[in-house]
């Protein structure tokens, strides 16, 4: 950590900072600049809370060197991680998986009807929403357990091993009962009871990056789960919050690579929330991919035009069985076999 | 409801438009213009989902011109909501009210200090954090029950009503037992059930803004407690996350005269998380008071530079006292006696 | 355009809008529903100017069908743009353009250096700023008409196009006179003056994409150029404003199929200055070819640690070399000889 | 500045870092801590450019305490910057000012009207677009040369100095011929060529912050007019564009104190384009007053209804009268007469 001092910061402001230092239990030691003096704070073992700092007289900024995660963090766990789901590896090295399925779990006839075209088209596994979070009180909620129900169902006529989103810490059993993959949506990133809740069960977890989180926080939130002793996490980026309303969301495809470097954990990318829109689907599909991504979730519907959630970002059947075709000759093209 | 048209669309894409929206129960009016055709859609009874439709062959995009929120909108309820917190009113034509204390409840003196210091200075009301959601999980993460308790006590002692958060469904039951306003957090606006669970109680709910929620889905979040039953709902402006990182978020103090207008529910600010630095805090607080906000919500703290957490933002002693003489004038000036 | 009435606008507030928007030349169809009233504009060529309407008694708000563009839009002209940057075809159908070259122009050894080793390597056009925009007045400014004449001496003797930035309307004379392709910075996105002044002139130009523009404003920038006669402009993105900050920018990569759904102008993509990280450069050049991207500048210099500007960002030679083996090789899977 | 190294960082990556900074003309002070070894960079004045050594073997980081300016800077000027516009004192201690005005020049009616009535309000100076940046190129863009008799001649009859829009380094003369005041509007606040012309005159410059601009690159900015020897600037907040849509821009007012801090600058507040809604525009100006704002310019327009650009963000002749007769009343408040 540094603690960086303004211009006009008195000695006696150095040497009360240092003393503070002190007794927190680390080492100052200052660096007198030709504008201003800084003052290194050594010796500390991770993250340190700075607000005691922030307050001293004279004292500009405090800059951490730490950061607030580090079970996550590459700079001490160099290996990469493969996540287990359900005899299906996810993860640097792996051949990419696509994960695909509707939005919303609607009946038993659609969502077995789509598992049933996912595995034949090369799916690796299948999604489907129980309990979905909407803007709006007045909007389609999902099936519940009905919805679980029947994801298994089709799960088990399928093959495909299933994900579903948990919404809160109560469900976190029930949903485990019947999926292979329990999914954290964009707005649950930050809710650490629920993550403190799915460190504690045996079963891989699927983060989804905040809408407006930044990387260090979507790390930090996956640390609150390795924390409690489950490392099997799998990042995924579903597009961020930005002033550009043209797409949904603004797809930041750029941490694909960049969360490879600062964490051992997989990432997944899922073009459809992130674009929103199902002419784009395809094209960032392959662009993830190519960009690194361990694998990506595809939104699709048997009749998009009739789907009671985000129809118009779900590719029909024929656009998924062209897509997993393009796939599977790119996903050769970048030597998995 | 107006369903636009590509330039390049056929009639009978136009028909067949026409033919779902009839479905749906509602009438179809084609308006033909010279670069593209669109079609209103009449007898809608507010929101219409609008997925069947934009999958539609031809339509190039939808414009709601109901809002997923009703309710909540003054456009249906001209009067004001006030509020009523054990006795202090809060709402449009009332006197604004300053919330006052710590980040988080760190000890019993600490807290009892705080609120009698509050009381002293002419405070309306007591806050502290007793459950502290953190971006790590190596952080200070509140005092838990035990921290309500103090709460309690310090409310008691001082006579202030007691505001703090609540971030789970499980623990609405145990909050309300003690709190007189429970408060949402920004990272909980969209922790839908959470905000179903404080709809079916009978204390008032303070319910912050999202750190990336729009006003749209800032009123339709509060749409969930009303839809529930609950209508003692204060609005909360803390600060919004945007590129700017020169201040911790970015205080967006016009939707306080714009919410205003769109509904009928009592809107605060918080300058202390919106600015996230002290010496900028009393100047928010009263250009939030100036610009019609119902009230502010200010940290404060017996000894900042030894806070949990926080501290870098929270008043002095001194810095709140000065800032409530200033209030107290303001509010005079603005015709509040 | 549609204008939407509030819920309790009169009729004669709507008969009042209806009168107005028929003086302007239109015709005004109201649309009753069920909440409120709203009025469809007819018989309008192009975009209009709502500001008189916003304003009467019962507006609550108005909603445009048609862009403030129109030269640049697909609708109206529906087949690709083809560029020619001094015999290099670039757009849709064509093999995708590299442009290589240093950020800013340094020295002769520096500059075609590096010239002969993007064309030994396969690059199609060179890049190099001689005009620098720089955020504080006492950084490194480029070496102007001096680098112009070093730029096409590089290019003169690599045979490569050259590819520069225009700064000021002033300016454009000049560096027409040496480069292939004029380039207009992000900053500048805005600048009418220079958008004007080189839609007058006989070369294409390459619109970088502002750091906060929206999609719309990007295209109607484009329309600026084109409305005074100069079709040859190709659209870049470059990365936008976000409040992420691990990444200089944030790639906007969805944006290039849906700038090609929109318009007919080429698109190419700037991973350099996206991303401002010479490791995430290489897996970004490649998504965005695989996204439909036209082309990719990429930063490249000798010796990116005594590089004057933008060093971290730039490729090493060994870097450039790989990258160009990857592309020709990704180039051809996508089906380009 | 500081240099913080990987975790796994040799000795030898430490030495090689240490060299170039000595090269560089510099101290380098290795601070070894527990988890990385951070080296502190002594002796230099000023920003340094940091390229050279962010590509160096074993560098994560590189992190500046010395700023991209310093002639704005109030860690380097300590007294307040008082800016004359003919006889009209604006900066920090003095009355703050309104300046009214329309968007744009229409006609000499429409202008000298308005300025009579500002002036009769008791308002400061009169605002005026005769150069106007529209979005796209098919709308209004300002009467020019013609706009600027205009409003010289309404200056003229009713005494209030002038302030108008440059867009272009050629037109600079001509407008300092006109103006009291020379406004850059935010689209070119980092439209360097213009910035460094306006350093040359001896006019005050109104220098509006750019649209997604830090207030590190606004006062960066501000520097470029400084360094070329014009001290006469004062800036001006005027929304900034973030995700949310129900504003124009999004009014950052936090900013007003805090550059009070960081600049020895005055500065006003637009609330007109911030909010881009009339009926937001009168509690915004006041809220800017109370925050420290020198001032706030107000857009005024004798038909809003009939207005060639900004109609419904600018205030009727009642709407003016009645927010003059509130600051008076204000300002009286805040202690000046």
Redesign the interface.
Known sequence: M?I?M???ASQSDVDAVSE?VREMGFRA?P??????T?I?V??????V?D??????PGVQRV?H??K???LVSR??HPENTIVDVAGIKVGQGCRPVVVGGPCAVESEEQIIKTALFVRKCGGDMLRGGAFK?????????GLREEGLKLLAKAGKESGLPIVTEV????NVGLVAEYADLLQVGA??M?????L?ELGKIRKPVLLKRG??A????FL?AA??IL?EGNEQVILCERG????????RN?????????IK?MSHLPIMVDPSH??G????VS??A???L???ADGVLVEVHPE?????????QSLTFPGFEQLMCEIK??TK?LGYC
Chains 1, 2, 3, 4 share one sequence.
């Open positions: 540094l960086v303004n211009h006009s503070i030691e660096i007198p600049g030709s504008e201003r800084a290194g050594l010796g500390n073992h991770g993250y809370d607000t005691k700092i922030l307050d001293l800059i060197v730490s607030p995660y580090k700079d001490f979070p909407r803007t709006g009180p007045h909007c389609f909620q919404m809160s810490p109560d707005r649950n930050q809710n650490f009871d629920l403190r809408m407006s930044t990387v260090e926080e930090a640390e609150y924390a961020i919050r930005t002033y550009e309303t043209a797409t603004t797809l930041d495809l750029s941490v694909v690579p960049l470097e992130a674009t829109k199902r002419s784009l094209p960032m392959k662009a993830a190519v960009s690194g998009p035009e009739k789907a009671l959630s985000d129809g118009p000759q790119l093209f």
